[in-house]
């Protein structure tokens, strides 16, 4: 075809067409990508991959105390107890590890998250003694109170340092127990005392003794008595006392002390 070979109109006409369309399809395909966030996902969720964390459970409290996630991304928790008594952590209280032992670990997976949230040991009273961990989303405000279960309408939610020091002129309530209405007050005092004494003609032993003697003193009375006991340790060495019947806290009230403290012990025979 010579230099002076012209295209007809008709031919013009359909590149013109092509090169339309084309146009078209690019006007097209940036008008959707103005409407489509960068890898096709909607806002609620994300391709973070899952976020590792590792817990550690202790009296009272969980470390992290607080985690962030991404909208919609998971956790791979690694949760240790390092405690002294059984805990777990439960996102909601529903979902999470079981019940550990101290020393041992568990690892879960939860979520994904697409609100702010907690996570806690539910074994009775931990939780409020202050083993929570916050699970909050990225930039976003802290958990409402009904997603953590605390009651509805609460102005924010109880942080408790279980090491925290009450504030100047703070009295405790006094936990001393009042006696039954027509019952007895019996106030008595032993003394624990490492003495030797003769157990048989001739023979000796060093003895543990409450006052003196073994075995101790023996204490009388009724059912609904209240008994006020003061354990005096005049031994060299630790020493408690422990009434089956009490019913009484065992790390309280029949905890060792040391030579020289004293201790009340209270009880009220309510059980044989």
């Known amino acids: 075809m010579s230099d002076t070979t012209r295209r007809s109109p008709a031919v013009d006409s359909g590149l013109w ?9 690019g006007l097209t395909l ?25 817990v ?7 470390d992290p105390p607080t985690v962030e996630v991404a909208p919609g991304q998971t956790l791979i928790l690694t949760v240790m107890n390092g405690g002294t008594m059984s805990h777990d952590l439960q996102v909601n209280g529903t979902k999470g590890t079981k019940l550990l032992a101290p020393g041992r670990s568990e690892t879960v997976t939860v979520g994904p998250f697409s609100a702010s949230t907690q996570a806690w040991c539910t074994v009775p009273g931990h939780k409020e003694a202050g083993m929570v961990m916050a699970i909050n989303i990225t930039g976003s405000a802290a958990p409402a109170a009904g997603a953590a279960g605390v009651a509805a309408g609460a102005t924010k939610a109880a942080v408790i340092d279980p090491n925290a020091k009450p504030a100047s002129g703070w009295t405790a309530y006094d936990p001393t127990l009042a006696p039954a209405p027509g019952g007895t007050v019996h106030n008595v005092e032993m003394h624990a005392i490492e003495k030797v004494i003769e157990v048989a003609p001739g023979v000796t032993q060093n003895m543990w003794t409450f006052d003196g003697k073994v075995p101790g003193t023996i204490l009388r009375g009724k ?25 009484v ?23 044989a």
């Not at 990508?33 to 806002?43: D, I, K, N, Q, T």
Request: no cysteine; proline share 4%; charged share 20%.
């Open 223 to 247: 059912i609904g008595d209240l008994f006020n006991i003061t354990l005096v340790n005049d031994g060299t060495m630790g020493h408690s006392i422990d009434f089956h019947a009490s019913r």
């Open 249 to 271: 806290a065992w790390n309280v009230e029949m905890r060792t002390i040391a030579p020289g403290e004293r201790l009340l012990y209270q009880f009220k025979a309510d059980y």
């Open 30 to 54: 940036g008008v959707i990508g103005l409407f489509v966030p960068s890898g096709g996902r909607s806002g609620a969720s994300t391709s973070a991959p899952p976020k590792k964390v590792e």
């Open 17 to 25: 067409s092509i090169v339309a369309a084309i146009a078209l399809i």
């Open 56 to 62: 550690m459970l202790t009296e009272f409290k969980v």
